[in-house]
């Protein structure tokens, strides 16, 4: 592969000029070095980011009416904050183990995973129950009604995430890939539980602070 | 031009003549495939071909003509709107019907038509030809985005068959009204809306992110992104822009969503609604208006760069001339995406914000003024002593830069916040909307479906019918919108749904009224000598021969044309110059594909731009 150029530079390249068609003739067609997977994952993760984020703007221009009535934080949150931590981990610690070739290990680490994933999920709604138990229902506060608008969306995010886990999973333990192809596709969930798990201390951390 | 340019083939023979006697493999030679032939998908059964297709050819074809459905149906509710407002006293619609058709006809316009056709047609149709590649990254998310766009529209045209009708309350569905009694659909028809629109930007992710891996990853051989026809610059930009726009809408709408049919605030603030106190409280309607206009203004550029790339490789391959100035040309189409990001509020001075915002806002719209004027001064001096052949693709870019340039310069006034104030809500606004995002592209869609129908079908449409079709829509489209400037100077309100004669209506108005709608009436029926001649000539055309156009670009190097399944037969392409190389001084044709090697062409002499 060429070297690593900057966007400038490749946007300043001359490509009618003589040394440049020679450097261009060697061009393997690909700009990045990565698989299309983990670029498209790369490029979902950024469309995702502007979603959430304009959640927040949204949710910090809305704190400032005086109707605003802070909600209480339920210690279960903490307790799936833990379980996305948790899995994140594991998830770390399996990459390593699938490069490693540890069949098993690598197994036993993917239910891990899909297990607390469940969990957290099943905790999400949990939390929703208590919630409407007491009153706090999405029509009854605007911050109550942004509450279940970040789980769920965050919540779903976590859906598509297992889909993907559930075909990886399914893949490795039938072993009808190549070996690097399954560490790609293990190493992008892994990615896309990272980046959950930082979806999720913002959101929290959000909520927390107001 | 060329004189202080220097060229090391020219050391190595000055011989010009027969080019393929001079055997110089060496300098033909490309390092070998590293990366391993893309898998494709074959399809089993007549679903999986004619329906549910991977191909992004044939995605590309469901795309436009779906696009294409619906955006008829905006035509014709174009044509019900104006004959209204040529005639009121016919008592043709009813109020809430022409608030309804204005919405409808907008947001057709603008999102199921233009954005469906350019990315998801033009896209899918030209990416994977243009860059090279068998077919899109991930053919069946792109399957499953096309389906998403179909459901889309399904549940946009179901609005008109719910009570209350399709919404009524203007494309850009401001909060409270939308979704308030007294506006139209504002308990069905807005929720089916908002519903299709989720859908359309859940849709479009997913294409979405297939064009931008196929183009950044999946290249020919010697395919560098500067040697990437500018089309495809534009469709690229243009994807990343509606990646990063979408989420904007996507936010407004599941807020509204909820705000309508769970009785959330965050939209609407407390208010009495026909007597009654809603229960509403403390919404902001203004923090929608920021997040529609986030998404909406990078929309006209999500609609106007794939225009810019197109209709720059059409002026190019129609004047027989290598692009004027074509990195100028990448930076502009890039910075315009990027500066597109920081203009949204001018749509909003208006709304009472911040004199300051409004002065920001103003600055940055005239910055981005900048580089849309370096396109166009490239695009004359592209044609600068060009071999111009007025073939209907050739006729149909000329079009677009003088409608182009025309809906730019209103586009100056309406940019300043003190000339704005008083324009805003005229007619001064719809002219200048319907010229630079309306005309302008769909003049570029009618050239690139002239340019490109023979490599889709392998037949020419029918030139007499192209040329007729071309001069009532140019002419027709200045009668339409002309007058309007005028009726917008003089104070005529848009969204009023009868103008009638009154002491406040001049009567210039009036018989204006019925001037464009006449024109309306006979530009919208020429349309259908375009779609006869869309049809008809899939079998009665006139056969193409290969490359009819002469073109570089790889799209038309296929073994086959039209291109089958794979795109490539056996070889990939191996790209050896950008895709301008026409009229070089020294070469035997003029033109140069870019699949050409270097020893075929001993002696021609590239022009340095």
Redesign the interface.
């Known amino acids: 592969?060429s070297k690593k150029k900057s966007i400038f530079q490749?946007?300043?390249?001359?490509?009618?000029?003589?040394d440049q068609?020679e450097a261009?003739?060697?061009?393997?067609?690909?700009?990045?070095n990565?698989t299309?997977q983990k670029?498209?994952l790369r490029?979902?993760m950024?469309?995702?980011t502007?979603?959430f984020s304009?959640?927040v703007v949204?949710y910090s221009?809305?704190m400032l009416?005086?109707?605003?009535r802070n909600m209480p934080e339920p210690w279960l949150l903490w307790f799936n904050t833990g379980i996305l931590v948790i899995s994140s981990l594991v998830f770390h610690q399996t990459t390593k183990y699938a490069k490693k070739q540890l069949f098993d290990k690598t197994k036993n680490g993917l239910y891990f995973i899909g297990f607390l994933a469940y969990s957290f999920l099943i905790g999400q709604l949990i939390v929703w129950y208590q919630l409407m138990n007491t009153g706090y229902y999405?029509?009854s506060n605007?911050a109550n009604?942004f509450f279940y608008?970040f789980t769920t969306?965050h919540g779903l995010h976590i859906i598509g995430g297992i889909y993907f886990w559930g075909k990886t999973t399914s893949k490795f333990i039938k072993r009808t890939l190549k070996e690097e192809e399954i560490n790609n596709l293990i190493d992008i969930c892994a990615v896309y539980w990272h980046f959950l798990l930082a979806v999720w201390l913002v959101l929290f951390g959000l909520m927390l602070s107001s | 031009m060329s004189d202080e340019y220097?060229?090391?083939?020219e050391a190595k023979s000055d011989y010009t003549g027969d080019a393929s006697s001079v055997s110089t493999p060496d300098i033909d030679a490309?390092?070998d495939?590293?990366?391993p032939d893309q898998e494709l998908y074959h399809s089993h059964s007549w679903w999986t071909t004619y329906v549910f297709s991977q191909d992004a050819k044939y995605i590309g074809i469901q795309y436009a003509l779906t696009a294409i459905g619906t955006g008829l149906l905006g035509l014709v509710l174009s044509w019900l709107m104006r004959i209204q407002l040529a005639w009121p006293g016919l008592g043709w619609l009813e109020p809430s019907s022409y608030y309804q058709f204005v919405t409808m006809h907008g947001m057709i316009m603008v999102v199921y038509l233009l954005t469906a056709l350019f990315l998801g047609g033009f896209g899918n149709l030209l990416i994977p030809l243009m860059c090279?590649a068998r077919d899109m990254?991930?053919p069946y998310v792109n399957m499953l985005s096309y389906w998403a766009f179909v459901v889309a529209v399904v549940v946009l045209l179901a609005s008109f068959f719910v009570p209350g009708g399709p919404t009524g309350a203007g494309w850009t569905l401001y909060p409270p009204q939308a979704i308030t009694a007294g506006t139209p659909g504002y308990n069905g028809g807005i929720i089916l809306m908002l519903i299709s629109l989720i859908l359309f930007v859940a849709g479009f992710?997913m294409g979405?992110?297939n064009y931008?891996?196929t183009v950044?990853?999946?290249?020919?051989?010697?395919?560098?992104?500067?040697?990437m026809p500018l089309t495809i610059w534009g469709i690229f930009t243009a994807t990343v822009l509606a990646?990063?726009a979408?989420?904007?809408l996507?936010?407004g709408c599941?807020?509204m969503t909820?705000d309508s049919l769970?009785?959330?605030?965050?939209f609407m603030p407390a208010m009495v609604s026909l007597g009654e106190t809603l229960?509403h409280?403390?919404?902001?309607p203004i923090?929608f208006q920021h997040?529609f206009w986030?998404f909406g203004h990078p929309e006209v550029y999500i609609v106007a760069l794939p225009a810019f790339g197109i209709v720059s490789d059409l002026l190019s391959v129609h004047s027989r001339k290598t692009i004027f100035g074509?990195?100028m040309m990448?930076?502009a189409i890039?910075g315009i995406g990027a500066l597109s990001f920081f203009v949204w509020a001018h749509h909003m001075y208006v709304s009472g914000m911040n004199p300051w915002f409004g002065f920001f806002f103003a600055t940055t719209t005239l910055i981005i003024a900048v580089p849309t004027a370096i396109k166009v001064y490239n695009w004359i001096l592209t044609l600068w002593r060009g071999n111009i052949v007025l073939s209907l693709p050739m006729l149909f870019s000329l079009g677009f830069i003088v409608t182009f340039l025309n809906g730019g310069l209103t586009g100056l006034f309406l940019g300043n916040v003190t000339v704005d104030v008083p324009l805003s809500d005229t007619y001064f606004v719809v002219a200048h909307f319907h010229m630079v995002m309306g005309i302008a592209p769909i003049l570029v869609v009618f050239g690139a479906i002239y340019h490109w129908y023979p490599l889709v079908t392998g037949r020419m449409m029918n030139e007499t019918l192209g040329k007729v079709h071309f001069w009532i829509t140019f002419l027709g489209s200045y009668a339409i919108y002309f007058p309007m400037h005028y009726q917008g100077f003089v104070g005529v309100p848009r969204r009023y749904f009868e103008i009638y004669d009154s002491p406040y209506v001049d009567v210039s108005t009036l018989l204006l009224n019925k001037f464009i709608t006449i024109a309306v009436l006979i530009v919208g029926a020429a349309q259908l000598l375009f779609l006869y001649n869309l049809f008809a000539s899939a079998r009665l055309g006139k056969k193409a021969e290969k490359n009819p156009w002469k073109a570089n670009s790889l799209e038309w190097q296929t073994p086959q044309m039209p291109p089958e399944h794979g795109n490539w037969g056996k070889e990939l392409p191996k790209v050896?110059?950008?895709p301008y190389d026409f009229s070089v001084p020294g070469a035997k044709e003029d033109y140069i594909p870019q699949t050409q090697p270097p020893s075929e062409i001993i002696g021609a002499k590239?022009?340095?731009?």
């Not at chain 1, 300043?12 to 000029?17: D, V």
């Not at chain 1, 261009?24 to 990045?32: A, I, K, L, M, S």
């Not at chain 1, 009416?65 to 605003?68: L, S």
């Not at chain 2, 590239?606 to 731009?609: F, P, Q, S, Y």
Request: glycine share 8%; proline share 3%; aromatic share 10%.
């Open positions: 592969m490749l946007l300043t390249e001359k490509p009618w000029e003589q068609i261009d003739n060697e061009h393997q067609g690909q700009t990045v990565l299309k670029l498209g490029t979902l950024a469309a995702s502007v979603l304009l959640f949204a221009d809305r009416v005086h109707d605003w999405a029509t605007v009604a608008l969306i | 220097e060229h090391k083939l490309v390092p495939a590293e990366l090279g990254a991930f992710t979405g992110l931008i891996i950044l990853q999946l290249r020919a051989r010697g395919m560098t992104l500067m040697r990646m990063f979408f989420p904007a996507l936010v599941l807020m909820l769970l009785g959330t605030s965050f229960t409280e403390g919404g902001s923090l997040l986030f074509y990195r990448v930076w890039v050896y110059r950008w590239v022009e340095k731009t």
